[in-house]
């Protein structure tokens, strides 16, 4: 399994800002399994860190001659647009590795259910056998059928 902190893709892609005149801007762009991170142009801003907890997926995919356009949308139904260069193909790389961060995820989220509802099922036969003997305990003592004896 890949660390959370292992690089999976790093290199330039390219985010449509939000303002008014929706510039393209270059991104230095660090895909882990867990997240991607947008590092800008200059050296003291912070990087934005889309995880992938908030990822719905990747979409809108569009080839043109020089580059590739894709959206990733998040949960509260954002939409987030960028480019790259067509060869580049970080549409690809951040849809496998959301997909897979999402059956992973799913995996423990199976495995925390079944183990939440393991011990109840174990329990249910023991309860069942120990409600067996409190019945069978309960009930009046019948005395035993005789055999009946043989006549010659």
Sequence with gaps: ????????????????????????????????????????????????????????????????????????????????DFRCAGESCWNAAIALALIDFQNRRALQDFRSRQERTAPAALAAPAEAAEAAVAAAASEPSRPSPQPKPRTP
Excluded: N
């Design 1 to 80: 399994m890949k660390s959370p902190d292992e690089v999976l893709r790093e290199g330039e892609l390219e985010k449509r800002s939000d303002s008014l005149f929706q510039l393209w801007k270059k991104k230095r762009g660090v895909l882990t399994s867990d997240r991607l991170s947008l590092f800008p142009a200059s050296p003291r801003a912070r990087p934005k860190e889309l995880r992938f907890h908030s990822i719905l997926k990747v979409d809108c995919v569009e080839r043109t001659g020089k580059y590739v356009y894709f959206t990733i949308v998040t949960t509260d139904h954002k939409e987030i």
